[in-house]
């Protein structure tokens, strides 16, 4: 029903009257053109359909245990593809990666995710100077998201994800909590951006 939904709004807004009508010539645009738009509208319609049924419906309250981040007190809800999954307590979420995070004004993020299975996921960014420069990771497909961590290197010494604290000096560890149909903009260069051109 939701595909069905998505895909006659965004049919109906995006192509023009003249191909609504069935005549494609006037348009200056091929039956490939007509094709390519319609694949990609429907990747987009697959992808809505996904995340709708495949997001957080509780609050895992993410915060800092040492090295790591690890959920907070209350057990968390998740709907993954369809199904309920259970995030328990206090639960630690993966490490962070062997990517030590630049000295002086280095960015990354690092985004937690869980499965069917309730196995979680940890996915780093690509770091940059300012968050706004920030490489963002794909949320993995069939996953949902939990949370992410926004970290902040401010020292002249690299951070070593494992073996500082993420509460040592001149480090700035931000945990976001998600809810709902959540997603990443894929970074620059990602196969997964879409072209939508209308017709």
């Not at 069935?22 to 200056?28: L, V």
């Not at 359909?49 to 090295?67: D, I, P, V, W």
């Not at 290197?153 to 073996?163: I, K, R, V």
């Amino acid at each position: 029903m939701l595909k069905r939904l998505l895909l006659g709004f965004i049919c109906s807004a995006g192509i023009s009257s003249a191909v609504m009508a069935g005549d494609i010539t006037s348009t200056g645009k091929s039956d490939k053109d007509v094709y390519t738009y319609y694949s990609n509208v429907k990747t987009l319609v697959n992808d809505l359909a996904m995340r709708a049924k495949t997001q957080l419906l509780s609050s895992c309250a993410l915060t800092t245990n040492g090295t790591i981040t690890k959920t907070g007190s209350s057990v968390g809800l998740a709907l993954v593809n369809g199904s309920l999954v259970s995030i328990p307590a206090s639960t630690n979420m993966p490490s962070l990666g062997s990517t030590a995070l630049a000295t002086a004004t280095g960015y990354n993020v690092y985004l937690y995710t869980v499965n069917s299975g309730g196995t979680f996921t940890t996915t780093a960014g690509t770091q940059a100077a300012g968050t706004n420069t920030i490489t963002l990771p794909n949320i993995p497909d069939s996953e949902a998201m939990v949370g992410f961590l926004l970290l902040y290197n401010g020292s002249n010494t690299s951070f070593l994800p494992g073996t500082h604290t993420l509460t040592a000096g001149s480090i700035t560890a931000t945990h976001y909590n998600t809810l709902g149909m959540v997603d990443f903009v894929p970074g620059s260069g990602s196969t997964n951006t879409l072209s939508l051109t209308g017709l």
